[in-house]
């Protein structure tokens, strides 16, 4: 079967299991009912992560040997905490604790090296990939907001880590002809999670292969939005005194669309932002590294200031919590 060929079959069925999960998603009633939580009006399937892990598993079939059966067997895993977690709910301080179990395991039977010392580098793995995972839950928001920075993700991941990124591209665009404004289906935590994960097991091998700084401040500015949102959310939550765990609808991208109005142009703004921000992380990755380290921590800083004074940091509508009251 021709390369090309392959990619549309994939594509295909990543449409159509997802059409059919979410006709599952309604049957059983696995539902995103709405809440003051979130923006979305009206119950939404959250069944999208069984398509897009069903769909890796055809891809595995497809193009044999794209992963070890240690990160298989951790990502199935994950894609079940998260599962579970959407029909029954698990404690979001379990759910991080299980994460770190699971990846200390992974790193134990299958070995990182980057940093050269055991246990810095297991250590950096697991607060790298933990991350990444949480970090990808939190962006998703807004319909079609993962699954397209996970799209885009993968793209620029694909220059640097070969066929698989391409692979999980073209399954996350299968899922986004459904989830796109107005989503018809969401990926839910078995979909976020899932592909947070294996965003940070790509990159790690990534980091594997080129065990440099820059290819550290490449993958940074490439997981940008997801990167960005979180620290965000923790600084907010700090200074508000919130719960660090507690969901809310305070984002940065929830600010963004009430500032914009406009849903579909406030998903394809932060599009657009994250794909500046990949090219540029490209571009930092084969300068000095003097240079890559400056530049990034200049463009971080700024990131963060015009976060600041748009109110991404602040309470609602950006107004700073008068937590006293």
């Known amino acids: 079967m021709g390369l090309l060929i392959k990619y549309l079959v994939i594509l295909i069925f990543s449409i159509l299991i997802t059409y059919i999960s979410l006709l599952l998603g309604n049957k059983i009633n696995i539902l995103d009912n709405p809440s003051s939580e979130k923006i979305h009006d009206v119950p939404i399937p959250r069944t999208g992560g069984i398509a897009l892990f069903f769909s890796f598993l055809i891809t595995n079939i497809l193009f044999s040997k794209i992963l070890s059966i240690y990160e298989l067997s951790f990502l199935f895993f994950i894609f079940l905490i998260g599962l579970i977690d959407d029909l029954i709910s698990i404690p979001q301080r379990l759910k991080l604790a299980i994460e770190i179990i699971l990846s200390l395991i992974l790193f134990i039977v299958y070995p990182f090296h980057f940093i050269g010392i055991y246990v810095l580098d297991i250590l950096f793995a697991i607060f790298y990939l933990v991350g990444s995972i949480n970090s990808f839950n939190i962006i998703d928001g807004m319909d079609g907001l993962a699954a397209g920075i996970a799209i885009i993700a993968f793209s620029f991941l694909y220059i640097y880590s070969g066929n698989i990124a391409l692979l999980?591209?073209?399954?996350?665009?299968?899922?986004?002809?459904?989830?796109?404004?107005?989503?018809?289906?969401?990926?839910?935590?078995?979909?976020?999670?899932?592909?947070?994960?294996?965003?940070?097991?790509?990159?790690?091998?990534?980091?594997?292969?080129?065990?440099?700084?820059?290819?550290?401040?490449?993958?940074?500015?490439?997981?940008?939005?997801?990167?960005?949102?979180?620290?965000?959310?923790?600084?907010?939550?700090?200074?508000?005194?919130?719960?660090?765990?507690?969901?809310?609808?305070?984002?940065?991208?929830?600010?963004?669309?009430?500032?914009?109005?406009?849903?579909?142009?406030?998903?394809?703004?932060?599009?657009?932002?994250?794909?500046?921000?990949?090219?540029?992380?490209?571009?930092?990755?084969?300068?000095?590294?003097?240079?890559?380290?400056s530049a990034g921590l200049i463009i971080w800083t700024f990131m963060f200031f015009v976060g600041y004074k748009l109110g991404f940091i602040g309470g609602k509508d950006g107004k700073h919590t008068d937590v006293s009251a």
């Open 168 to 293: 999980v591209a073209i399954i996350c665009a299968g899922f986004l002809v459904w989830n796109f404004h107005k989503a018809k289906i969401f990926m839910g935590d078995s979909g976020s999670l899932f592909l947070g994960a294996l965003i940070g097991l790509i990159s790690l091998r990534v980091l594997k292969e080129h065990p440099r700084p820059n290819t550290v401040i490449t993958l940074i500015f490439i997981y940008a939005i997801p990167i960005y949102d979180s620290a965000l959310s923790i600084m907010r939550r700090l200074e508000n005194w919130k719960e660090l765990f507690k969901p809310d609808i305070e984002h940065f991208y929830n600010k963004l669309y009430r500032k914009t109005n406009n849903y579909v142009g406030t998903v394809i703004l932060i599009y657009i932002f994250s794909i500046i921000l990949g090219l540029i992380g490209i571009g930092l990755y084969n300068a000095k590294t003097v240079v890559s380290l």
